[in-house]
């Protein structure tokens, strides 16, 4: 289904079941047991074990098929120069978690669009061998089960391109829509109208669903949130772009050395009234340690535990200078992360998400309808 833009939160309940050009493929639990119920719907159903094997064959073809969607909108983004954190596969598609989506309206297109041009190649390919082998491309008239499994995955091709295509977020025709619309005004202007569009979309597929397939209740609602979401993220890159750390960042760095205590450490906190302290080890930054890293050090190992041995986070360097969209950027990559302002390797100050939330709400993006 759609790329995302990853906004920090790790997915729980999903396993990763491998990686494809290194990008990991993750499975979330909702999907185990939904193959595990369709498994055993069709059993319990009396269509026999051929039929059963073959609903099943499908269910899985059907997943291949979305990895290669997913596979298809993170490469694309590999070649504009943004990274994917993983494809997740979820009863609903699949979600390739793209560490950003650029801003270019045209790479933001090719992103969006490869998608649903890879099923429509794969129906293209299927037809062409259904059809040259001179086998029946209408499910109806498939005699057996490997004929029927050819034919539905024809049409499932065909199906999963058009859903995609719809114009909602987080779908990937709200995208095309959206980088479409970015070419003739801005891109907050764009977001708003495609974000609109998913919002009607999104109503429409809840009503036909409850008269229909509960399905698509659900994936109106991910439509719906998916949309305010998407609306949200733009007006806070916006609020944040160009804006250099230096403006948010407290000012106040108090660092820690690895080869200290966690005692000292805690009370260096308490004394200086800040709770995360960036840790030295012979004059170069190696981490941050919150009250959270020093509480658990002290009560798994005591005051005497060095620095360099209690749990720490990994930290993102930032110069005064660097905007805070990159830094929202950086965080959302890795969500555990602190961001550290620093002077060649001197820790000079924080930003935390707290402080760029803070920014955003006191300066509301400006309506610029009139960029390009
Ligand atoms: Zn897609």
């Known amino acids: 289904m759609p790329p995302s833009s990853a906004h920090g939160v790790r997915t729980p309940w999903s396993w990763r079941i491998g990686s494809i050009a290194g990008i990991p493929i993750r499975v979330h639990v909702t999907l185990l047991l939904l193959l595990g119920w369709f498994a055993a719907s069709f059993w319990m ?3 026999g074990p051929r039929a ?31 990274a994917t954190r993983d494809i997740l596969l979820l009863p609903i598609g699949g979600i390739a978690s793209l560490e950003r989506i650029p801003e270019r309206p045209g790479q933001e297109l090719a992103i969006a669009l490869v998608g649903p041009v890879v099923n429509l190649v794969l129906a293209a390919i299927l037809y062409a061998i259904v059809a040259g082998a001179g086998l029946p491309t209408d499910p109806a008239n498939a005699r057996g089960v490997g004929e029927a499994v050819l034919s539905q995955l024809i049409w499932i091709n065909v199906v999963l391109a058009v859903f995609n295509l719809l114009p909602a977020f987080p779908m990937d025709g709200g995208r095309v829509l959206r980088s479409v619309l970015a070419m003739w005004t801005s891109r907050e202007r764009a977001t708003e109208i495609a974000t609109a569009a998913g919002k009607i979309i999104a109503v429409g597929l809840g009503a036909i669903g409850v008269f229909t397939n509960l399905w698509l209740v659900v994936i109106a609602f991910v439509v719906w949130m998916g949309a305010s979401r998407e609306r949200d993220m733009v007006r806070i890159r916006s609020s944040l772009a160009g804006v250099p750390a ?4 407290s000012r106040r760095a108090v660092v820690v050395d690895a080869s200290e205590t966690a005692g000292v450490a805690a009370s260096r906190m308490v004394d200086s009234g800040i709770g995360v302290l960036p840790v030295v080890e012979h004059g170069r930054l190696v981490g941050a340690v919150t009250r959270e890293d020093i509480a658990a050090a002290l009560r798994t190992a005591g005051p005497e535990l060095e620095v ?29 992360a602190i961001a550290v302002v620093v002077d060649g390797e001197q820790a000079v100050g924080l930003v935390t998400p707290e402080q760029l939330m803070a920014y955003v709400a006191l300066h509301p993006a400006p309506d610029r309808t009139a960029t390009v």
Do not use: N
């Open 45 to 47: 159903s009396g269509i």
């Open 52 to 82: 059963t094997a073959a609903g099943l064959i499908i269910l899985v073809a059907v997943f291949v098929i979305i990895v290669a969607h997913e596979l298809s909108h993170a490469l694309m983004a590999r070649r504009f120069g943004v």
């Open 246 to 249: 230096s403006e948010v960042m």
């Open 308 to 336: 360099g041995e209690a749990p720490r986070h990994e930290v993102v360097r930032v110069a005064p200078g660097t905007t805070l969209d990159r830094i929202l950027d950086e965080l959302s990559t890795s969500p555990e």
